[in-house]
């Protein structure tokens, strides 16, 4: 306790000697602008203070397994926050497992109730579209003749394209035996 003491009184001493060689100015000076290399007396005493804090601090022993129980501290709060993080992740899909089950049993509900109300299966390519022959046949004819008209009229626009192709290439030879 005494050096600390002694410590105080040499440091304060140093300081008045600073203070007096840096903050000695004339009246005039003083009033007119502040020095910045004079420092105040409160700036000085906090940083004194703090500097004898310091000093106190590197002085005091530290307690038997205090780093130890600091570091098991820490980690305990790691594996804390590591098992809150996981249980957030084990949520999400123990929950979208739930609803993968309901959505597969309410499909399999959903076709077994479908597959019950309906009386006998019907075939539909078996099932004729008409009950009478002659208007069966009427219909077929109908939609041949539109076919048949359709693909004429293909036809004709062919015809034509193959024309204009024609003479695009004898254009095309005359020029090339021009050139010759």
Same mark, same amino acid.
């Given at each position: 306790?005494?050096?600390?003491?002694?410590? $105080?009184?040499?440091?304060?001493?140093?300081?008045?000697?600073? #203070?007096?060689?840096? @903050?000695?100015?004339?009246?005039?000076?003083?009033?007119?602008? !502040?020095?910045?290399? @004079?420092?105040?007396?409160?700036? !000085?005493?906090? $940083? !004194? !203070?703090?500097?004898?804090?310091?000093?106190?601090?590197?002085?005091? /022993?530290?307690?038997?397994?205090?780093?130890?129980?600091?570091?098991?501290?820490?980690?305990?709060?790691? #594996?804390?926050?590591? $098992?809150?993080?996981?249980?957030?992740?084990?949520?999400? /899909?123990?929950?979208?497992?739930?609803?993968?089950?309901?959505?597969?049993? =309410?499909?399999?509900?959903?076709?077994?109730?479908?597959?019950?109300?309906?009386?006998? /299966?019907?075939?539909?390519?078996?099932?004729?579209?008409? #009950?009478? /022959?002659?208007?069966?046949?009427?219909?077929?004819?109908?939609?041949?003749?539109?076919?048949?008209?359709?693909? %004429?009229?293909?036809?004709?626009?062919?015809?034509?394209?193959? =024309?204009?192709?024609?003479?695009?290439? %004898?254009?095309?030879?005359?020029?090339?035996?021009?050139?010759?």
């Amino acid at each position: 306790m005494d050096e600390l003491t002694n410590e $105080r009184e040499q440091s304060q001493t140093i300081e008045q000697r600073v #203070q007096k060689q840096t @903050c000695l100015h004339s009246a005039e000076s003083r009033q007119s602008s !502040r020095n910045s290399n @004079c420092l105040s007396y409160a700036e !000085r005493e906090g $940083r !004194r !203070r703090s500097q004898l804090n310091y000093k106190a601090l590197e002085q005091i /022993p530290i307690p038997e397994g205090l780093e130890e129980r600091l570091s098991a501290k820490i980690d305990e709060w790691e #594996q804390e926050e590591t $098992r809150q993080k996981d249980q957030r992740r084990r949520l999400l /899909p123990r929950s979208l497992r739930y609803t993968a089950i309901a959505a597969s049993v =309410a499909l399999v509900f959903g076709v077994g109730f479908h597959y019950l109300r309906q009386d006998e /299966p019907v075939n539909l390519a078996e099932q004729d579209t008409y #009950q009478d /022959p002659a208007k069966a046949q009427l219909e077929a004819e109908r939609a041949l003749n539109l076919l048949a008209a359709n693909l %004429n009229k293909g036809m004709g626009h062919l015809e034509k394209a193959k =024309a204009l192709s024609d003479k695009a290439e %004898n254009t095309l030879n005359k020029q090339l035996k021009a050139l010759e």
